[in-house]
């Protein structure tokens, strides 16, 4: 017998309560159903056994009553298995509705650990549920917290009627608004929909933001004050502001020292007290013109306090208020007898001097008319040369901006997916999600290569990337990339023959080690069948380091052509390959950095060989081990390893905890140093190691969040700095500070070959 489906249940609990007493009206139902047939069964022998005095067939009637009773029995075992296939159901139904119970008690306490004010509604906008902090502003408010059910726009009514918001501000900078609670402090609402309709509220408490903003603001306009009055005093003219009322509101010490009638200053008189009423009554058509919103300016012959006669050039500006209304004006005074005395001795030298300037003239008209034409010429040339130049700029900044953008913001989340499919690599899902799992680490690694390939050249052309140039061995450099591309050739179905040698080169090795990157990967792609080869050879002063392949070859006229940008040459028929054409360019790049001479040569049909030159150098000892490229294999029990890990993105965070638990470590993830403090005490607290993003938020870095850590511990902590900087600054700084430096996107693999090697010679 089939059991009737039906409709999924609502809740954990509603589908339990459901599942029992399902299974009990079943149970029932079949218990009465193997009695019927106990008893059907039971009747056909009592016949049969009686029967034979009655039936003329009696063997027939008991051949046909064991044929029933082995049919009985086959359904009571049918019945049984079915009741057995109930209970087990049952039993599932009660773990889900367990680990339901569960799960909801967790999610209570981490909103209820929340540092914010928590606030859930769901798709219709009632509130479903709130933490401690969200209730206690009410409480402190004297009002009672809103019960489950009430709508987020009642919510926000009775906050503002009960007198729990007092001020509420809508800042453009800020995320969300933010109001002054009746307890004095600051919060800033921020709202999250969730992916069913419903919103997430969060109330974040700014107030020491606020408190130190607002101080800011006030020793800003006192210092500003402070500038104002010290550059008005050194100003050669008389400064002051009038009100509406006629009176002199600020003014300079130039200004004080003219008006100052017996040493009196003019702060807060009238101007019919300063100057004389026949002075005032000259003044009034412009004093009126001037509060009637126009701006004035005028000379007057003016007598000093001793009685000099003066020429004053007066500026009048009007002072608007809010409303548009006159509430003052500006008064700007400038002494201008010097110069109504030399405009005078001018205009007689003016009238000596244009009869000889008529004779000048003529003589000077054809010279200026050939100097204007060579002007304009020179100003059409000069205009081109702007025009060119804001073009570069435009173009540089346009560059800059993209080599930031992608240097920073994109390699966040590729890092981040890096990090969680490398935890999902190590869950068992059966064959289909594993390779699903490993179609996204594929197309993760084409992301991640384009995106490099794009960020490279970018650097390159905007200069942003400095040879570190250092004496190093060549056999590790080379051994590392053997390795690394043998596996690539054996997918392909291709041999890669390697040739070490332990010259010492005088090169930056991650530099050489990329343009010895792009010609393998080119060898492999290019190369259907055969071998590749990786070798080197000494010559007089220096190392040639090549890269066979038995390819397809290149046509005689394209070898100049590959090295530029977006320029391939592929053969006739060959799939086609993801790259950009960019590979060789960028090889060229870094070649015109080192100083190193590229050599490429080529035979259609046979197979082609590239080249760089390396200059020999001088093994130079190391200050410390750290210094070193980090490349072990031996692998190291990091069960139990105690790291913390900082980083602002949430994200990453979450990612490399995922990655670090399945390897056995303990980790504590935080987006800040005052994060951190939060969970633990950073000075005390044991940890081996500390991971941290060296870009953090509001100008923090990770080197000066890891120096205060360490500043307050007797030892130093082990620290693994990851960042999307390449710059050799960066790079010198790290290993000046004796840390380990990773680039992002951060490669699993490697990233536990680091830990192993720390944490092996911590």
């Known amino acids: 017998m089939s ?22 009206e079943r149970v029932a139902e079949l218990e009465a159903e193997n009695g019927r047939l106990r008893k059907i069964r039971d009747a056909l022998i009592v016949r049969v056994e009686s029967g034979t005095a009655h039936k003329p067939e009696p063997y027939a009637a008991f051949e046909h009553s064991v044929v029933l009773a082995e049919q009985v029995r086959e359904r009571t075992e049918a019945l049984n298995q079915t009741m057995e296939e109930l209970r ?57 917290v809103p019960p489950s059910g009430t709508y987020i726009g009642e919510v926000r009514k009775l906050a503002k009627d009960s007198g729990l918001i007092v001020e509420e501000h809508s800042e453009p900078d800020s995320e969300g608004e933010v109001f002054l609670l009746s307890n004095k402090r600051w919060v800033q609402m921020t709202e999250r929909p969730t992916h069913e309709g419903g919103l997430v509220v969060l109330y974040s408490d700014i107030t020491d933001i606020k408190n130190s903003e607002m101080a800011r603001r006030i020793a800003a306009l006192e210092e500003s004050e402070r500038w104002i009055r010290v550059v008005t005093d050194h100003v050669p003219a008389l400064i002051a502001y009038v009100g509406a009322d006629m009176t002199i509101q600020f003014c300079n010490q130039v200004y ?94 003016y009238d000596d001097l244009e009869c000889r300037v008529k004779e000048r003239t003529l003589a000077l008209t054809e010279l200026n008319s050939q100097l204007r034409q060579e002007i304009g010429e020179r100003n059409t040339a000069e205009a081109r040369l702007r025009d060119a130049k804001l073009e570069a700029e435009r173009a540089n900044l346009s560059k800059t901006k993209f080599l930031a953008a992608v240097s920073h ?76 591309f043998r ?7 291709l041999q890669l023959d390697f040739v070490g040698s332990s010259a010492i080169v005088e090169s930056d090795s991650q530099l050489l080690a990329r ?27 220096s190392v040639l380091l090549q890269v066979w392949d038995t390819g397809a070859g290149i046509p005689q006229d394209k070898l100049i052509e590959i090295f530029q940008e977006f320029k391939r040459v592929r053969p006739t028929g060959s799939p086609a390959d993801k ?7 960028i090889v060229d790049k870094i070649s015109r950095i080192l100083n190193h001479e590229i050599s490429v040569s080529s035979a259609e049909g046979k197979g082609s060989a590239f080249s760089v030159r390396v200059p020999m150098g001088e093994l130079k000892p190391r200050l410390t081990a750290s210094e070193r490229d980090v490349s072990v294999h031996a692998q190291h029990d990091l069960v139990g390893s105690r790291i913390w ?95 380990v430096l990773m680039n992002k996107p951060v490669k699993p693999l490697k990233l536990r070959s680091v830990l192993n090697h720390i944490l092996r010679s911590a």
Not at 3 to 24: F, M, V
Not at 288 to 304: A, C, D, M
């Open 3 to 24: 059991i009737p489906s039906k409709k999924q249940p609502d809740s954990p609990e509603q589908g339990a309560t459901t599942g029992r007493n399902g299974l009990a």
């Open 88 to 144: 087990s159901s049952n039993k599932a139904l009660t773990r889900a509705r367990e680990e339901a119970e569960t799960t909801r008690q967790r999610l209570s306490d981490a909103i209820e650990s929340i540092a914010d004010g928590f606030v859930l509604f769901d798709h219709q906008h009632r509130l479903i549920q709130s933490n401690s902090r969200f209730r206690s502003y009410w409480r402190h408010a004297g009002t009672t």
């Open 256 to 349: 004080a020292a003219w008006y100052g009638r017996n040493g009196e200053s003019p702060l807060g008189k009238n101007l019919i007290n300063i100057h004389s009423p026949e002075m005032y009554q000259r003044l009034m058509p412009q004093i009126l013109e001037v509060l009637s919103g126009r701006n004035v300016t005028f000379e007057f012959e003016e007598l000093g306090e001793k009685g000099q006669a003066r020429y004053m050039l007066r500026s009048y500006v009007p002072n608007f208020g809010d409303q548009g209304e006159i509430v003052g004006f500006f008064v700007l005074i400038r002494d201008v007898t010097d110069r109504r005395r030399t405009a005078a001795a001018l205009e007689q030298a």
């Open 409 to 484: 913001d994109l390699l966040q989340p590729l890092n981040a997916a890096r990090l969680f499919t490398s935890a999902l690599q190590e869950q068992s899902f059966g064959p289909c999600a594993e390779d699903l799992v490993q179609s996204v680490s594929t197309s993760l690694n084409d992301v991640e290569s384009l995106l490099g390939t794009l960020v490279d050249i970018s650097k390159l052309d905007a200069g942003v990337i400095k040879p570190d140039v250092t004496a190093f061995d060549l056999r590790d450099l080379l051994n590392n990339i053997a390795r690394e």
């Open 487 to 493: 596996q690539m050739a054996m997918a392909e179905g």
């Open 515 to 541: 343009i010895l990157r792009n010609f393998l990967t080119n060898a492999i792609r290019y190369t259907t069948n055969g071998r590749v080869l990786l070798g080197c050879r000494r010559e007089k002063g």
């Open 579 to 585: 790259g950009l054409g960019l590979g060789l360019a």
């Open 645 to 739: 890990v900082i980083d602002n993105d949430p994200a990453i965070c979450q990612g490399m905890q995922v990655v670090l638990e399945s390897w056995g470590c303990q980790v504590v993830t935080a987006v800040s140093l005052p994060d951190l403090e939060r969970q633990l005490n950073p000075s005390t607290s044991p940890v081996d190691l500390i991971l941290a993003d060296y870009h953090l938020d509001n100008d923090e870095n990770g080197v000066d969040t890891v120096a205060a850590i360490n500043g307050r511990r007797g030892n130093s902590v082990p620290v693994v700095m990851i960042t999307a900087n390449y710059t050799s600054e960066l790079k010198q700084h790290i290993r000046e500070l004796g840390y």
